[in-house]
């Protein structure tokens, strides 16, 4: 995502960050979630700062699927100039399976971890965390969208979350910030609300770099935030992904898109390659939200938000 040319004028300003806080490699800062929050806009939003610059691509996975490749590999994910904080943006990091859990055989089975906590602190011991939070009802339903759009999820909606408790554990975000607890104090987390993100930006952002003890920026959102709308793709959407080779391709493609693309030109492509889900059952909504309300009142009384918009 990072530009090094353009980080040329963030030099002084990470150097007046607050003690502790260190630029370059191995990477302090890490956007660890949650999935279908909010993240990829926040990483935008983040790598305008001038000192601040997001790994290309923006979800390394490194301490889940590309550990083994080493350091050596992970530094190659960020630019050149150490004198910026670097930023590993990886949802990932915060979905961790459940106890017991042995994973589906639809799933990658390096992708989700329970020691991802354990192999940040092994690398970056001084490590900060910014985690968004969306209501877990929408964040689960998103996630499951989000999988069947990437052709790896064929069953029905309860089905998949009974058979698949990714989907569950994922939104738990109090049973995988506990994960995270055993490695890190809890004053090295800023916990944001999707729903204040994606009402004020800007403001968000701005709350991320004093937490990450950095100056404030001009950081305009523009069109580059995503408010979150989930997808599935159409019956010629379904064709385009077929003719791809693999999913990192199809990425490549659309960021592509979006950068060399007007506005008017990627519309179009998304109203015939796309379109939206359906919308959330009443039945399944009451389902989720009597699953999710022990969590709730356990990150309330973890973190100190107020979740209350939630119920």
């Not at 990072?2 to 630029?23: C, I, K, L, Q």
């Amino acid at each position: 995502m990072s530009n090094v040319s353009d980080r040329a004028t963030g030099e002084g300003a990470a150097r007046d960050m607050a003690p502790g806080v260190r630029t370059g490699f191995p990477p302090q800062a890490f956007l660890i979630g949650a999935q279908k929050a909010g993240t990829t806009s926040l990483a935008y939003l983040l790598d305008r700062h001038p000192a601040i610059a997001v790994s290309d691509p923006k979800e390394t996975y490194f301490f889940t699927q590309h550990w083994k490749r080493g350091l050596d590999w992970y530094r190659r994910q960020f630019p050149e100039n150490d004198d910026v904080v670097f930023l590993d943006a990886t949802p990932g990091y915060s979905m961790a399976p459940p106890e017991g859990f042995t994973g589906d055989p639809t799933l990658p089975t390096n992708i989700f971890r329970t020691d991802v906590p354990k192999r940040i602190h092994s690398v970056s011991p001084d490590a900060r965390f910014i985690y968004l939070l969306r209501n877990p009802v929408g964040r689960t339903y998103s996630a499951y969208w989000h999988q069947v759009r990437a052709g790896v999820e064929k069953r029905p909606f309860r089905e998949a979350i009974a058979v698949n408790p990714y989907y569950l554990s994922a939104s738990d975000y109090e049973w995988q910030i506990r994960k995270y607890l055993e490695y890190f104090p809890i004053d090295r987390f800023l916990f944001l609300l999707f729903e204040d993100f994606v009402r004020d930006p800007e403001a968000a952002s701005r709350r991320c770099c004093d937490f990450l003890g950095l100056p404030e920026a001009a950081l305009d959102a523009g069109d580059g935030v995503q408010r979150n709308v989930t997808y599935t793709y159409s019956g010629v959407g379904k064709l385009v992904t077929t003719l791809v080779p693999h999913q990192g391709l199809l990425e490549g493609l659309t960021r592509a898109v979006r950068t060399l693309l007007p506005e008017s030109c990627q519309d179009l492509i998304r109203r015939v390659m796309t379109r939206k889900v359906p919308k959330i059952s009443d039945e399944d909504r009451a389902f989720l939200a009597a699953h999710f309300e022990d969590s709730m009142d356990r990150l309330e009384r973890l973190t100190g938000l107020s979740v209350v918009a939630w119920r």
